[in-house]
């Protein structure tokens, strides 16, 4: 049963292969149908998403620059979490101090 | 531009802004695409539209062809993957059709043909629209087109193992729905 369905689908590929489409008919006159969408086109210009899809890379550069940017530059982060807030009380008081709060 | 130039020349004085010479290499190569295209398609609309496709996208990226491998190759390529993305279209269009619908078909198709090959064509056509597209490419490709394993990876960018795998899978859904076909005209 296998086997037959196996030679009635190699029967078909076979007699397919030889029976291609004619397309010269569709192929008339192609190069010139052709060539002014490519005018129409260029004369439409890029579109909007297209551009955007273009300045992707520009805008993984530029987060790439400032992510290298802030982890050598940017201020350095305390691993130590008690100090962090210490000492971010520390500037609140010296500003009420200041301030005369 | 002499018609007996090369695709490298062609492909430069394209680049060089000369829509004469791209016009060459479309009329050199437009009979393999649209063979190609034929293969998938359903009407005639559909073939142009996919010949359009590729050879638009072909020259839009003309600058980005390495001349690693022949003009054609990277053409079919191109091709392979505009059909690809006109069957998915169209399965999502069509979602998925009743099986009925296709036995008519294929009543009328057996009805009209005149040729056995034609007939075969038409019935091996039906069939495969129940493929997915990935399958329909492969199997296409390897049992029609009669490409290589390894070709057919080159063109399609998917893995050896992977097309050996749609096109053993294609076969199968094959089987079964010409089975199926079968039994339901004995019935």
Excluded at chain 1, 34 to 61: C, D, H, N, S, T
Excluded at chain 2, 24 to 41: D, E, N, S
Excluded at chain 2, 99 to 117: G, I, K, L, N
């Amino acid at each position: 049963m296998n086997k037959n369905a196996d030679e009635r689908l190699d029967r078909l590929f076979a007699a397919a292969r030889d029976a291609r489409v004619d397309t010269s008919a569709l192929e008339e006159h192609f190069e010139t149908r052709l060539m002014a969408r490519l005018r129409e086109r260029q004369k439409a210009g890029i579109p909007w998403y297209a551009l955007m899809w273009r300045m992707v890379p520009g805008f993984a550069v530029l987060v790439l620059l400032i992510a290298v940017y802030s982890a050598n530059y940017g201020p350095s982060s305390s691993g130590d979490l008690f100090a962090a807030i210490s000492s971010g009380q520390e500037e609140y008081l010296a500003g009420n101090v200041l301030s005369g709060e | 531009m002499p018609e007996q130039s090369s695709d490298e020349s062609l492909i430069s004085a394209t680049l060089s802004g000369d829509e004469g010479a791209f016009a060459l290499l479309v009329t050199r190569y437009k009979r393999r695409i649209f063979g190609l295209a034929a293969r998938f398609a359903r009407d005639r609309d559909e073939v142009e539209d996919i010949c359009q496709e590729v050879f638009i996208k072909a020259f839009e990226n003309l600058a980005s062809f390495r001349h690693d491998a022949p003009f054609e190759h990277w053409l079919t390529r191109i091709a392979v993957r505009a059909s690809h993305d006109a069957l998915r279209r169209r399965r999502r269009e069509k979602g998925q059709s009743g099986f009925d619908d296709y036995v008519f078909e294929v009543r009328d198709y057996a009805a009209e043909a005149r040729h056995e090959a034609r007939q075969a064509r038409e019935v091996l056509q039906w069939a495969m629209s129940r493929l997915k597209a990935e399958e329909r490419i492969v199997i296409t490709l390897l049992e029609l087109e009669e490409y290589t394993v390894r070709e057919i990876s080159a063109l399609t960018g998917w893995s050896e193992a992977n097309v050996k795998v749609r096109a053993h899978r294609a076969r199968q859904v094959l089987k079964r729905v010409l089975e199926a076909n079968n039994e339901q005209e004995r019935g």
